[in-house]
């Protein structure tokens, strides 16, 4: 069973600092891997989709790095800004249709 | 191009009542799948609906059900409502629901508080 964790829970840094966050998933054979964003009572916005062929994907000030053999996923945030501060969710497809969220990671960019 | 729209946005219940929640997918969309976000579980797999057919489902009891409809809009019904059915309900939309191709496009949610 597909089981997806992400490291740390919460992250509070001032604004302009570069910061790394984790994820983890049990079962290396996925489909893809997403990483979304969540703001206070919204819905998912996706950053950043993964394939299992690729190694990483870039957009703008975001880079998300995956390694399927070791279970492991980073999204890169370079020099943060007060309005990157959400929740971001990195989700494993592992399964036909459907996917494996994990437990989130909120962030708060001090100004 | 619209997004995915839900509605309700915000519910009332109270225990033993049934609801009903609607998704309209982006234009073009036929896949809908519903996902349950609450502050102990996380983001949790409801069912995936493509043309009109339950393709997937998670592991949720039978009073958790849904529909499509041929216009690929989406509705879920929860019966006999309990107070630990009071979550964020998310639908996302995709062209096929291929999660090795697809992105996934959500809604803003439909908050159900159960009283």
């Known amino acids: 069973k597909q089981e997806v964790t992400q490291i740390p829970a919460a992250l509070s840094v001032p604004e302009g600092e570069n910061l790394v966050l984790n994820c983890s998933f049990t079962d290396s054979a996925i489909y893809n891997l997403q990483w979304f964003r969540q703001d206070p009572g919204k819905g998912l916005t996706s950053l950043l989709l993964i394939q299992s062929s690729q190694r990483e994907q870039t957009s703008g000030r975001l880079n998300a790095s995956l390694d399927k053999s070791s279970g492991r996923s980073t999204l890169y945030i370079a020099a943060s800004q007060p309005g990157d501060s959400a929740t971001y969710l990195c989700a494993v497809a592992s399964g036909t249709y459907k996917y494996i969220f994990g437990t989130g990671t909120r962030l708060k960019v001090l100004a | 191009k619209a997004g995915v729209t839900q509605t309700p946005r915000y519910l009332i219940k109270t225990r033993g009542q049934q609801v009903t929640l609607s998704c309209s997918p982006i234009s073009g969309h036929r896949s809908v799948s519903w996902y349950q976000q609450t502050p102990g579980q996380g983001l949790q797999f409801l069912f995936e609906y493509f043309s009109e057919t339950q393709r997937n489902k998670g592991n949720f009891p039978g009073r958790f059900s849904g529909r499509q409809f041929s216009n690929s809009r989406s509705e879920m019904n929860v019966s006999t409502l309990e107070l630990g059915d009071s979550a964020l309900y998310l639908c996302?939309?995709?062209?096929?629901?291929?999660?090795?191709?697809?992105?996934?496009?959500f809604g803003p949610g439909t908050r159900l508080t159960v009283l």
């Open positions: 996302a939309s995709s062209l096929t629901g291929d999660t090795s191709t697809d992105t996934q496009y």
